[in-house]
């Protein structure tokens, strides 16, 4: 018996997003919980703001400068 191929492109980006952030809020929420107790809301949008600001600059430059190879390209320029 041969399974059918039927996952799209958009089926596994789903599967791997969900993966990734299932993961995090199950492993992190007990950790934060433990630093922060009632806060954790507040820990994890503050989280999510440092986060962002710390990828802007590299969405700038991946607009910029488009190239495979990311960081290691921008620094070598």
Same mark, same amino acid.
């Given at each position: 018996m041969e399974l059918k191929k039927s996952l799209s492109f958009w089926d596994? /980006?789903?599967?791997a997003l969900g993966q990734v952030i299932g993961? #995090?809020?199950m492993v992190l929420i007990g950790i #934060?919980?433990?630093f922060t107790a009632y806060a954790i809301p507040f820990a994890f949008v503050l989280s999510a703001c440092l986060s962002i600001?710390?990828?802007l600059p590299v969405? /700038?430059? #991946?607009?910029?400068m488009p190239a495979t190879g990311g960081l290691y390209v921008y620094c070598k320029r």
């Open positions: 596994v /980006f789903a599967i993961s #995090g809020i #934060g919980i433990e600001i710390k990828q969405a /700038f430059m #991946g607009s910029a």
